[in-house]
């Protein structure tokens, strides 16, 4: 299901720019919907407002529509759900999975914290040099622009994140370093749409922690029957999958 | 280890990792930073039409690209990380497919973020006119023109969109044959909207009439030259604060000439 909107979000971003539809024109930065409104990642307009420049007020609002979005819904949705560089990773993991590569450093070796070092980092350096700093190596737009351009060195920088989370670190640019991904994890703490866990059919098989890129949130299995309230819970629902017993379920809620 | 060593060791391997924090953190940055410079370190690159300074113009921009996809003739590109410019940002190549005038400019009003600005382009009656464009200044090489070794050439002249307005050409006796002569195109820089349609269409090897930003080539003569032969120019001199620099009552000075009660003390 999250692959059909991910792919029906690229597909809608590619036909904007070779068959000009105007459903959804521009890309994962800022996006024109039917020509009527405008949607922007709110961590490059915080960037560019770092910067030193006041942008213009579509992108504001485009900014501010997209944090409410995420707000109520659930931040991380955007990592396993719209994200184009999930599939990359996603299949390093599976490549991985298949494969039985054992990453160079183990993921719990670094800690998951990172990225909200690295998602100030940016800010801080927009300010020093008057741009912003993360949209200069974004590879979730340099995916965007090798899928639609060809740019070879754009697809240089993807297949490095897929060797890097292949080889050096599991779930090593989701899980680790995007300061995308770490932003909506702040904004997303609150979402309402969770994960349930049901500790009386819970059978202890840990299949769920297997699986899930951020196993973090997944502290209460088996412990106590709770929503998964995590911010960095991406809500791609592999857990749901793969439980045999019921435990898990998605839910909505306001705890 | 007693419980205060532990407490301390505790405290110590604390501090540890805060100064390791600190490293990386200042380390990734470096790194982060140096990168940024190089890729801020510009060549340069023509941007599109109504694009604010370029200083502010890489702030604003937010890499959306929906500029690159309006565009009809494919002149505009997003900046990969191997271009010249700030990752992600439009810009174009004049030589290989420069812009095309279009005369409702489609790539403007889609900006959303303000890089782009409509108010840029207004002409007298407040109407989008795409001939006030300021994207850059063409600029002509007259060692490698042939058109100045006396071979007649008018292919910039020809494809300007502002023919004998922003490239005109000017006759001059070719003393080296004694009969014929030089058309020699010249581009006014009041009129030159650095489409670059004369860059694509000119017909040497490398062109020799380029385009390029007008900050680069632009001088500035200061406020303090006026050109007295024009009264519109004339008329700033009215503007100007006379400075008093002379007080009109010179009276203190001659008093202090002439008084001269100073000079003898009462003993």
Known sequence: ?255 | MNKEDHAMATRREAVKNVVKGVGYFSLGGLAWGGFIKESKSVDFVLRPPGAIQEKDFVKACIKCGLCVNACPYDTLDLATIQSSTVTGTPFFKAREVPCYMCLDVPCLPPCPSGALDVNLLKNDSEEMDINKAKMGLAVINKETCVAFWGIQCDACYRACPLIDDAIIVKTKRNERTGKHAYLIPEVSADSCTGCGLCEHACITELPAIKVFPRSMVMGKEGSHYIKGWDADDEKRLNDIKKVEKYSEDNSGAIDYLNNSDDLFTDD
């Open chain 1, 1 to 255: 299901m999250r692959r059909i909107v991910q792919l029906a979000i690229m597909i809608l971003f590619v036909g904007s720019s070779i068959y000009g539809w105007k459903i959804l024109d521009g890309n994962y930065s800022t996006a024109d919907v039917l020509g009527v409104f405008h949607l922007s990642d709110p961590y490059s307009v915080l960037q560019i407002l770092a910067s030193g420049f006041i942008p213009a007020s579509s992108v504001l609002i485009g900014a501010i529509i997209i944090t409410l979005f995420y707000f109520v819904l659930r931040g991380r949705m955007f990592c396993s759900w719209v994200c184009p560089l999930n599939f990359i990773t996603d299949s390093a993991e599976w490549i991985r999975e298949k494969l039985h590569i054992q990453p160079l450093i183990k993921s719990k070796d670094v800690n998951r914290n990172m990225r909200y070092y690295v998602l100030l980092m940016g800010l801080i350096l927009s300010a020093i040099f008057g741009f912003a700093a993360f949209d200069v190596i974004n590879p979730i737009s340099m995916l965007h622009r090798a899928i639609i351009f060809g740019s070879l060195s754009g697809l240089f920088v993807v297949l490095f994140i897929f060797f890097f989370d292949l080889f050096i670190l599991k779930h090593g640019w989701c899980g680790h370093i995007c300061p995308v991904g770490a932003f909506y994890s702040f904004v997303g703490k609150w979402g309402i749409l969770k994960v349930f866990h049901k500790h009386e059919n819970c059978t202890d098989c840990m299949k769920c922690k297997l699986v899930c890129p951020e196993v973090q949130v997944l502290d209460i299995i088996g412990l106590k029957t709770d929503n998964i309230k995590m911010g960095a819970c991406t809500n791609c629902g592999a857990c749901i999958d793969v439980c045999n017993d019921d435990a898990l379920e998605f839910k909505i809620t306001i705890k």
